[in-house]
């Protein structure tokens, strides 16, 4: 490429960063928020923060939620029922709607992929006590929204943006790899920070945040791969499995006792056995671990079976043991995962780390830390390229001139991408607050207020890319998200005065992050203030031909 | 200009060498990993499968960097074809010996 080994891995490292950073910074924007994506969840129900969570026995919860689903989904192929746990206090049940009735037992069996609509789920949220749908909090996506943003986006099928959200994962690992080589002296610079050097400063900010979390960087690219790569490169398994029906024989061989594998329904009726006397044999056979997820495949059927996961604990696998009962008689079909198979177990242990729900709190906000590093490491490396772009056309500015339209692009993407961001996510916590409780769709509404002023401000941004424009979105956020306390005080029952001596604890993190949150925002914007009185200074001492039109374009300097 | 030309069609050439040629040579090693690890050392087929797909990320990030390091871009294409044409022969070899035997 360029002339030795070094520099060409620089130029793979400069390009292959630029082309998709703006979507990466937004996927680690909202893969670092969905860390604690249920106590973002659970912030925005204010109406669930003055009620005294009680502990409900998971027997309890189990039993009510099977009676809620015999009411309504009792010829459904497929129940679904998580348990609550300290982090997610309701039952949250899922069920496939019952197969159309004409045809129905070819329906439920002939499911080959393609041929028709993927069929519906259906989901409610529980009171574990009683069993009925919970439906005091108002409607809202909550942090499953960031969650599912960071691989699925929005507004375009989930296949496409997978394939988007892995192609730029992909460019992000080679950035990795190659910004490694780059380095020649990658621990001496993490010791290196020299401020107010223009592109030199740059330069050290983006290596101490990609150094300092260097292993993150690599675990989370590598991992966030590793939780799709079977959609990303299934020619293995279809290798493998070709002569023997394909990946779902791979998945239930690789997998076995999960939710994937597919069951027969006989026709004939039998009433579910309890499930009660199962879970406790599944928690005595775990050593005294609780069950964490319920499957019931043909419920009511001759051939139901019920399947039960552990929960999960502090091990760093995503698969968890489970263990399979008739769902008719109730006997014990068999254990799966107990002895975990050496390949299988790296994967889970890799798709584990990437959504690290094994660790504590303070785990997790490490986790979070890393994450806001790996924010950093991305927006440090757009602005750097920017800077160095308008290096290029230092003569050409002072002479009155323009720069290219490529940079005018790249600045613009970068306001708005960076700077816009953190807006927009703060508006989406404002609109939850703001919006009334019984709007239609309204779900759909707080996200639509997420993407119209990330829009505006991508907008505004590519209009005018100046230092005034960084400013003033950098403020904005700051204001927002510093607000975000205060909006709680007059808009929930728990106002930081109450949560942080009371509880919920969750939610006075919520507020304490917000508040950090903002006077981050607030210091970033106070460094652009200080960035512009210099560029002024600069311009008046310079006074050779100022034409007042370039300030426009003069903004953003190193 | 000549030269400007030249330097961006290397470069086109290049990417696409780096992310279809690279895709496919992650791809070729994952399935054949899949056949091979249980063929030389008796693993699981399911873990075999699992193995290849596993190193699959690493062998493209690899490939990628490869392209890019090369001195030209005919040389990068061409260390591709001599990994490839190998790891497909081995495939085929693969898919018709563990075919018939199964």
Redesign the interface.
């Known amino acids: 490429?360029k002339e030795g080994?070094r520099q060409?891995?620089a130029?793979?490292h400069t390009w292959?960063g630029l082309l998709v950073g703006w979507v990466l910074f937004m996927v680690f924007a909202a893969g670092t928020a969905s860390y604690f994506k249920d106590e973002i969840t659970f912030w925005m129900k204010p109406e669930l923060h003055a009620v005294a969570q009680n502990a409900v026995p998971p027997v309890k919860a189990v039993e009510s939620a099977v009676a809620y689903l015999q009411q309504r989904a009792a010829d459904s192929p497929r129940w679904f029922i998580n348990l609550p746990n300290e982090r997610q206090p309701s039952t949250d049940v899922l069920y496939l709607a019952p197969p159309a009735p004409a045809g129905a037992a070819a329906a439920v069996t002939g499911a080959k992929p393609g041929e028709k609509p993927r069929r519906r789920f259906d989901r409610a949220s529980l009171d574990p006590a009683t069993g009925e749908a919970v439906s005091a909090p108002r409607v809202t996506r909550g942090g499953e929204f960031f969650y599912r943003l960071h691989f699925d986006l929005h507004y375009m099928p989930a296949l496409w943006a997978r394939w988007i959200v892995g192609f730029c994962a992909?460019f992000m690992?080679?950035a990795i790899?190659?910004g490694i080589?780059t380095h020649k002296r990658i621990f001496k610079d993490f010791f290196t920070f020299r401020p107010k050097k223009g592109q030199r400063s740059w330069l050290d900010a983006h290596n101490v945040t990609a150094v300092l979390a260097l292993p993150y960087h690599l675990m989370i690219t590598?991992t966030g791969?590793?939780t799709l790569?079977?959609m990303?490169?299934p020619?293995?398994?279809?290798?493998?499995?070709?002569?023997?029906g394909g990946e779902q024989a791979?998945f239930s061989?690789?997998f076995p006792g999960g939710g994937r594998d597919q069951i027969k329904a006989s026709g004939n009726r039998v009433p579910l056995a309890p499930i009660a006397p199962m879970m406790a044999q599944a928690s005595a056979h775990w050593g005294g671990a609780a069950v964490g997820r319920v499957t019931v495949h043909q419920p009511n059927d001759a051939n139901a079976v019920v399947s039960l996961t552990r929960a999960e604990g502090p091990q760093l696998s995503y698969d968890q043991p489970s263990m399979q009962f008739n769902g008719a008689t109730g006997a014990l079909i068999g254990a799966f995962g107990d002895v975990p198979?050496?390949?299988?177990e790296?994967?889970g242990v890799?798709y584990g780390l990437h959504i690290g729900r094994f660790g504590d709190p303070l785990l997790r906000a490490l986790f979070f830390l890393s994450g806001l590093a790996g924010c950093l490491m991305v927006a440090t490396g757009l602005l750097m390229w920017a800077v160095k772009e308008r290096q290029k056309f230092a003569k050409t500015l002072k002479r009155g001139g323009r720069v290219s339209f490529g940079l005018r692009l790249v600045d613009g993407l970068n306001l708005g991408a960076i700077a816009g961001l953190p807006v927009a996510m703060a508006a989406f916590f404002w609109a939850n607050r703001l919006l009334p409780v019984d709007v239609a769709e309204r779900g759909e509404a707080e996200i639509r207020w997420f993407f119209i002023v990330w829009g505006a401000t991508a907008v505004l941004g590519l209009l005018r890319p100046t230092l005034r424009m960084w400013q003033a979105q950098l403020a904005l956020g700051a204001l927002l998200f510093a607000g975000l306390p205060v909006l709680n005080a007059f808009t929930g029952p728990a106002p930081l005065t109450v949560s942080l001596r009371t509880g919920p604890t969750s939610v006075a993190g919520f507020d304490l992050v917000v508040i950090a949150l903002g006077l981050g925002l607030a210091g970033a914007a106070w460094i652009v203030e200080r960035k512009r009185r210099k560029s002024i200074a600069k311009q008046a001492a310079a006074k050779t031909q100022p034409p007042p039109s370039t300030l426009a374009t003069s903004g953003q300097g190193s | 200009m000549t030269i400007g030309v030249r330097y961006r069609l290397g470069v086109a050439s290049?990417a696409v060498a780096a992310i279809f040629g690279g895709y496919g040579i992650?791809?070729?090693s994952?399935?054949v990993?899949?056949?091979c690890l249980?063929a030389a050392f008796g693993m699981?087929?399911?873990?075999?499968?699992?193995?290849?797909?596993?190193a699959?990320?690493?062998i493209?990030?690899?490939a990628?960097?490869w392209v890019?390091?090369?001195?030209t871009a005919l040389r990068a294409w061409s260390g591709l074809v001599i990994v490839a044409a190998p790891l497909a022969a081995l495939?085929l070899l693969l898919?018709r010996t563990t075919?018939g035997a199964?």
Do not use: C, I, N
């Open positions: 490429m080994f060409s891995m130029w793979l292959s992909m690992l080679v790899f190659s080589v590598y791969l590793v790569m079977f990303y490169m020619w293995g398994p279809q290798v493998a499995y070709k002569d023997r791979f061989e690789a198979k050496p390949a299988a790296t994967r890799l | 290049r992650a791809a070729l994952a399935a990993l899949a056949l249980p699981a087929r399911s873990e075999a499968a699992m193995t290849g797909t596993l699959s990320f690493a493209f990030a690899f990628v960097m890019f390091a090369a001195r495939l898919m075919g199964a």
